[in-house]
């Protein structure tokens, strides 16, 4: 998981391309024809903008989007159908899926740096209301995050992790395997407190933020936001900064794992669900090229 990247701009794109394949959308042209609304919703339910700010937001959201689909997609399209042959490999290695993995790293950190400047001069215009409004409301995310994911029990974290995890595996494979699920069960077990640190490391990054927007009508601004939407990774505490490389390997160990164990009919469901979903994307038409 990683820290809340403060206007969604970022999240919502990714949505409709890489974390769609784990979350196994079926409706991947709908949902992106809607991503101008729904950002502009969440935005407005964290900042609470007024009329000028979102009359001033709309048409930059359409030029983001319209980049990410000229020049984005097309980058999903290839990744989705390199990921395809890997998963056709008699043993697909830990290796090749670290790779892909720091494709989808470097797709967020492009979409990131695309978005920096409309996050820069909206993020000035706030008022102390609006900024009060944002605080209150990740704050009251956060709570709900902690009631989920950090105050069960670790035994309790462990299970439900791995119940997601056999979930997302059951919607591109079909119905997994004993070997499949215990091995599931190893993985979500040697992550332990991982929610713990993901949760520390998510509030580091706010704090971050919150120091920041007080700085929002003063020179510093402008550098140390285009910090924290570029490079979040240098806001990692050391133990995150240790464990998520950890984590990414660990994940790549388990898809290898339960490839190698996925049956002919898995096999082909999970290369279905792959092309169907390049398809979907592949019909997508953006609004205009961008330069």
Known sequence: MKPLRLLN?????IITAFSIVLG???A???TYGKLDWLISWRLNGLLDLNAQQQQWLEP??????????STEIPRYLDWLQHTQSLVNEPNPSPRKLTAQFVMVGDAIKRIGKQITPTSVDL???LTDEQVAHLSEELTE????YRKKFVDPSLAVQIEERAERMADRLETWLGSVNETQLQRVNRWSAALGEQNSLWMNNRLLWQAQMEQSLAMRHTAEFAPRITHLLQAPEDFYDAEYRKAYPE???AFAELISDVLLSADAQQKQRFTERLRDLRHELAQLVCARTVS
């Open 28 to 30: 991947v042209g709908f």
């Open 123 to 125: 993020l000035k215009t």
């Open 60 to 69: 930059r959201i359409e030029d983001n989007l319209n980049w990410h689909c």
């Open 141 to 144: 995310k956060n709570n709900d």
């Open 24 to 26: 196994g959308c079926s």
């Open 9 to 13: 701009l970022k999240s919502m794109l």
């Open 247 to 249: 984590a990414q390997q």
